[in-house]
C-alpha cells in the first residue's frame, strides 16, 4: 500500500512560479508510474505528468516546456515545478501512483493563479 500527500499549492499571480510535492510512504523508487493530475471545477479529472522508475516522462500538451516533473528517491517524494503559470492551470493537483497492479491518489492540493 502507498500513502500519498501533497503540499505546495496555494494562490501564485499569472506568470509566476509555484512547486508541488508530493510525499510517499514507500520508496518512490520502487514505484512503477507516478504522476500528477489536476481537476478544475466541472471539468474531468486530467493528466499532467507522469514518470517512470526509469524517469521516462510524459506531458500533457498544455504544460509542456512550463512544469518539470521529478522524483527524489532520497526524499521519497514526487516533486512538480511549475512557471509561467496561467489562470488555466487552476485546479486541485492530485499526486497518484500505481504499484503492484493498485492505483493510489493523494488527498489534492490546490493551486490558484489570478492577479
Known amino acids: 500500500q502507498v500513502q500519498l500527500v501533497e503540499s505546495g499549492g496555494g494562490l501564485v499571480q499569472p506568470g509566476g512560479s509555484l512547486e508541488l510535492s508530493c510525499a510517499a510512504s514507500?520508496?518512490?523508487?520502487?514505484?512503477?508510474?507516478m504522476g500528477w493530475f489536476r481537476q478544475a471545477p466541472g471539468k474531468q479529472r486530467e493528466l499532467v505528468a507522469r514518470i517512470t522508475n526509469a524517469d521516462f516522462t510524459v506531458y500533457a500538451d498544455s504544460v509542456k516546456g512550463r512544469f518539470a516533473i521529478s522524483r527524489d528517491n532520497a526524499e521519497n517524494t514526487l516533486n512538480l515545478q511549475m512557471s509561467s503559470l496561467k489562470p488555466e492551470d487552476t485546479a486541485v493537483y492530485y499526486c497518484?501512483?500505481?504499484?503492484?497492479?493498485?492505483?493510489?491518489w493523494g488527498q489534492g492540493t490546490q493551486v490558484t493563479v489570478s492577479a
Open positions: 497518484y501512483a500505481a504499484h503492484r497492479g493498485f492505483d493510489y
Open positions: 514507500r520508496d518512490v523508487s520502487s514505484i512503477l508510474l
